[in-house]
């Protein structure tokens, strides 16, 4: 077994047992990612995440017993160093709500070349959102809608929103934008590790576990307008 610190351990949730071996074959041939388990449902997921604290989880969202995002929500609170990235085939983009809800790092479909799979556990592991083309367009077209939609409530008199700082809701838009941390240190003349900083106390502030959801949370409570 690889003991290198750098070393990412994965595993690997799919109700189809080709497309596990399948996907352990492609990630057996990357340098730096090893594969610590496996698990055929959302139940085995729970108890394989609890044994092995991988550091990465990619799962399928539908499966029998636990489907995939039932089983992230339960991950998040049992194993909460676990980074989870949400490989499917479903393009519906209820499913990749409710999977940021549960607080997934990133949500590929399975049409993306294996090689992307390999770069995504990667991404995740180092703390960026990921989604697939399609997804981050079904994602960035809602935070339009929400965003111009003359019915959406304003946030409700007397509930008391987090505070976040000038920077923290420059850099909060940014993410809703799709922005990558390097990206949004360009554009605001600061270093990476410092958005890094400002994105954990975001996640702290709003009590959130990913990007995704705070982004999402921030649109649809008007903190911020991705359309301005």
């Given at each position: 077994?690889?003991?290198?610190?750098?070393?990412?351990?994965?595993?690997?949730?799919?109700?189809?047992?080709?497309?596990?071996?399948?996907?352990?074959?492609?990630?057996?041939?990357?340098?730096?990612?090893?594969?610590?388990?496996?698990?055929?449902?959302g139940?085995?997921?729970?108890?394989?995440?609890?044994?092995?604290?991988?550091?990465?989880?990619?799962?399928?969202?539908?499966?029998?017993?636990?489907?995939?995002?039932?089983?992230?929500?339960?991950?998040?609170?049992?194993?909460?160093?676990?980074?989870?990235?949400?490989?499917?085939?479903?393009?519906?983009?209820?499913?990749?709500?409710?999977?940021?809800?549960?607080?997934?790092?990133?949500?590929?479909?399975?049409?993306?070349?294996?090689e992307?799979?390999?770069?995504?556990?990667?991404s995740?592991?180092?703390?960026?959102?990921?989604?697939?083309?399609?997804?981050?367009?079904?994602?960035?077209?809602?935070?339009?809608?929400?965003?111009q939609?003359?019915?959406?409530?304003?946030?409700?008199?007397?509930?008391?929103?987090?505070?976040?700082?000038?920077?923290?809701?420059?850099?909060?838009?940014?993410?809703?934008?799709?922005?990558?941390?390097?990206?949004?240190?360009?554009?605001?003349?600061?270093?990476?590790?410092?958005?890094?900083?400002?994105?954990?106390?975001?996640?702290?502030?709003?009590?959130?576990?990913?990007?995704?959801?705070?982004?999402m949370?921030?649109?649809?409570?008007?903190?911020?307008?991705?359309?301005?």
């Amino acid at each position: 077994m690889n003991l290198l610190p750098d070393v990412i351990r994965v595993l690997i949730v799919d109700d189809h047992a080709l497309y596990r071996r399948g996907l352990q074959t492609v990630l057996a041939v990357e340098d730096g990612i090893e594969v610590v388990g496996e698990a055929a449902d959302g139940v085995e997921a729970v108890d394989q995440a609890e044994e092995t604290l991988p550091d990465v989880i990619v799962m399928d969202v539908g499966m029998p017993k636990r489907g995939g995002i039932d089983a992230c929500r339960v991950i998040k609170q049992r194993v909460p160093s676990a980074r989870i990235l949400m490989l499917t085939s479903s393009d519906d983009e209820a499913n990749l709500f409710e999977a940021v809800r549960a607080g997934a790092n990133g949500y590929l479909l399975k049409d993306v070349p294996p090689e992307e799979v390999a770069a995504g556990i990667r991404s995740v592991f180092h703390g960026q959102s990921l989604l697939s083309p399609l997804m981050a367009a079904k994602l960035l077209n809602e935070f339009a809608q929400i965003s111009q939609r003359a019915s959406v409530p304003a946030p409700t008199p007397g509930l008391e929103l987090p505070r976040l700082t000038q920077r923290e809701l420059e850099i909060l838009k940014r993410v809703a934008l799709g922005r990558l941390n390097r990206e949004i240190a360009t554009e605001l003349f600061i270093s990476e590790n410092t958005v890094r900083n400002h994105i954990r106390n975001i996640l702290d502030k709003l009590q959130m576990h990913s990007r995704m959801e705070a982004a999402m949370y921030a649109v649809r409570q008007r903190l911020i307008d991705p359309g301005e």
